[in-house]
């Protein structure tokens, strides 16, 4: 009776570990091509991102090259980004809100994750400093790293950086009018 039993119970065994077996090899071949679509839509989002940021940097040349843009515009852009490297000191004696302004602060200053820390005080530097005193090479360099941190990393302070850098470079490359 014993040897009916191990013998029954090893045909169930074997059946359990052959489906398992089974389940598991058609499980790795459906979530093998479905990893190989999200790396496709991964691919064309990239492609989306860069072509729209792309797009911008154009019109942006484009209105450049016909002098539009000003400096209150590109000083506009470059404090915003400043904002997002550098908390407002408060001045404030209430206890509440110099905690509330550490906590912006915590948020803010620390520079995204994806950039080298070189990179971050780049753009910290970049953004700190008078339009006047900037290169159209430095404007070039914050929009590639802009760029990347948007593109590769998904994140939207990128397209921000961009954007402004792009715009800062418009201004700085105008054709400068007579004075």
Same mark, same amino acid.
């Given at each position: ?122 753009? %910290?530097? &970049?953004? !700190?400093?008078?339009? *006047? +005193? ?7 360099? =914050? /929009?590639?790293? $802009?760029? %990347?941190? &948007?593109? !590769?990393?998904?994140? *939207? +302070? ?7 850098? =792009? /715009?800062?470079? $418009? ?9």
């Amino acid at each position: 009776m014993p040897l009916e039993l191990v013998a029954g119970f090893g045909g169930v065994l074997v059946a359990i570990v052959a489906s398992t077996t089974t389940l598991a090899y058609w499980l790795g071949k459906k979530f093998t091509s479905i990893d190989a679509r999200f790396d496709r839509i991964e691919g064309w989002l990239r492609a989306l991102a860069s072509a729209m940021l792309e797009a911008h940097h154009v019109v942006v040349d484009f209105l450049s090259l016909k002098g539009l843009i000003e400096k209150k515009e590109a000083d506009y852009l470059k404090d915003r980004i400043r904002a997002l490297f550098k908390a407002k000191e408060n001045t404030s004696m209430n206890p509440l809100e110099k905690q509330r302004n550490e906590e912006v602060k915590s948020l803010r200053v620390d520079p995204p994750a994806s950039l080298r820390k070189e990179d971050a005080e780049f753009l %910290r530097d &970049f953004f !700190e400093r008078d339009l *006047e +005193r900037l290169t159209v090479e430095e404007a070039e360099k =914050a /929009y590639e790293l $802009g760029k %990347r941190l &948007f593109v !590769e990393h998904a994140d *939207e +302070r990128g397209f921000l950086v961009a954007i402004a850098a =792009a /715009y800062i470079k $418009g201004y700085l490359s105008r054709p400068k009018s007579p004075t």
